[in-house]
């Protein structure tokens, strides 16, 4: 089979396989990401306000968030376990547009990237922030959620073009 016309994540059989990442060079390697949700006017105010029932949003999303890049591999069928090293999310409020920007970067040495896992790790913080606020707002919307910039590894820098 020609390796530039298959696809890496399956056999010879055409069945599903995890890609070996054994030869590779362990690197160091962050991966950023981000998304936003957006709600109405007054779920908002009530974030800032810390007047949700559940408790404090952000600082629950936040911990969700890492909870969810930890494991990635568990959710996302051929990505590999990894040894993260680090995992830090933002939060932006954006009273204007009615919404929160969320930023999650993630870093790790290793054999392969982790967009995946800061890619789960900010759906993860949108749908905490949606579970929380939910008994107020059910047409909050998670959004965009986008890699904008991964280092490390083979294939060098990527960076989001605005």
Do not use: W
């Amino acid at each position: 089979m020609n390796q530039e016309n298959s696809f890496t994540h399956m056999n010879e059989s055409g069945r599903p396989r995890m890609v070996d990442v054994g030869t590779k060079e362990d690197t160091k390697r962050k991966a950023t990401a981000c998304g936003y949700i957006y709600m109405a006017e007054h779920t908002l105010k009530k974030i800032i306000e810390g007047q949700i029932k559940k408790g404090d949003v952000l600082n629950v999303a936040q911990t969700a968030g890492i909870m969810g890049a930890k494991k990635t591999s568990e959710i996302i069928p051929m990505c590999h376990l990894l040894m993260l090293t680090g995992v830090d999310i933002d939060f932006e409020i954006d009273e204007k547009n009615n919404r929160i920007c969320i930023e999650a970067a993630v870093t790790t040495t290793g054999k392969t990237g982790v967009e995946m896992e800061a890619l789960t790790a900010v759906s993860t913080c949108a749908l905490t922030v949606y579970d929380m606020c939910k008994s107020i707002d059910k047409e909050m919307e998670i959004s965009d959620i986008k890699l904008i910039k991964k280092t490390g590894g083979k294939s060098g820098t990527f960076i989001k073009e605005k």
